[in-house]
């Protein structure tokens, strides 16, 4: 700790706070040493808390108008619920994807078509079937389920996919 004397101006170096006053070397004034002030652990740990917690709600707003964001571009989404396997009549395996349609907004909206895409193990389409969809119209917040065989062979599709029909497809 440093100090200095208020008479002369000397400085000091201490190892430790003096329990009384000091006495200049240089001069002979005599001083207190004043305490360095100590902040409160209490209002210390409250600011970091109140740190923490606008962190914590500036987070959450962000990810609510991200969601708020996405919803309004993409008021309806399909999601795949299972794939299962079925043989025809000829003997051939063929996928069946089932899932649902889920509107996610607060508005009634009208459902297009749905879209089942097969991949293979490069990520390349190997086909893309159209189907109509389950319900014409979906309430605020309701689903419709799907279900669709697919009619290409289960050979070589590593990954299956729904999307909603968009006006380019």
Same mark, same amino acid.
């Given at each position: 700790?440093?100090?200095? &004397?208020? %008479?002369?101006?000397?400085?000091? !170096? #201490?190892?430790?706070?003096?329990?009384?006053? /000091?006495?200049? +070397?240089? &001069?002979?004034?005599?001083?207190?040493?004043?305490?360095?002030?100590? *902040? =409160? !652990?209490? #209002?210390? %740990?409250?600011? +970091? #808390?109140?740190?923490?917690?606008?962190? &914590?709600? %500036?987070?959450?707003?962000?990810?609510?108008? @991200?969601?708020?964001? $996405?919803?309004?571009?993409?008021?309806?989404?399909?999601e795949i619920g299972d794939i299962t396997t079925d043989v025809d009549d000829s003997g051939t395996m063929?996928?069946?994807?089932s899932g649902r349609v889920v509107n996610r907004s607060d508005q009634i909206y009208g459902v297009p078509?749905?879209?089942?895409? !097969?991949?293979?193990? =490069?990520?390349?389409?190997?086909?893309?079937? *159209? %189907?109509?969809?389950? +319900?014409?119209? #979906?309430?605020?917040?309701? =689903?419709?389920?799907?279900? @669709?065989?697919? !009619?290409?062979? /289960?050979? =070589?599709? $590593?990954?299956? +996919?729904? $999307?909603? $029909?968009?006006?380019g497809d």
């Amino acid at each position: 700790m440093k100090t200095v &004397c208020d %008479f002369c101006k000397t400085e000091y !170096s #201490l190892d430790a706070i003096p329990t009384g006053p /000091v006495k200049c +070397a240089v &001069c002979g004034h005599t001083w207190v040493v004043p305490r360095p002030q100590r *902040r =409160n !652990s209490i #209002l210390v %740990f409250i600011a +970091a #808390l109140c740190a923490l917690m606008a962190a &914590c709600v %500036f987070a959450v707003a962000v990810m609510y108008k @991200h969601r708020v964001t $996405e919803i309004q571009t993409h008021p309806l989404i399909a999601e795949i619920g299972d794939i299962t396997t079925d043989v025809d009549d000829s003997g051939t395996m063929h996928f069946v994807v089932s899932g649902r349609v889920v509107n996610r907004s607060d508005q009634i909206y009208g459902v297009p078509g749905l879209v089942v895409i !097969s991949y293979d193990a =490069n990520g390349a389409v190997i086909d893309k079937q *159209r %189907f109509l969809p389950p +319900a014409t119209l #979906l309430d605020a917040g309701d =689903n419709a389920g799907f279900m @669709h065989t697919l !009619s290409v062979p /289960v050979d =070589n599709v $590593e990954k299956i +996919a729904v $999307e909603l $029909e968009t006006q380019g497809d």
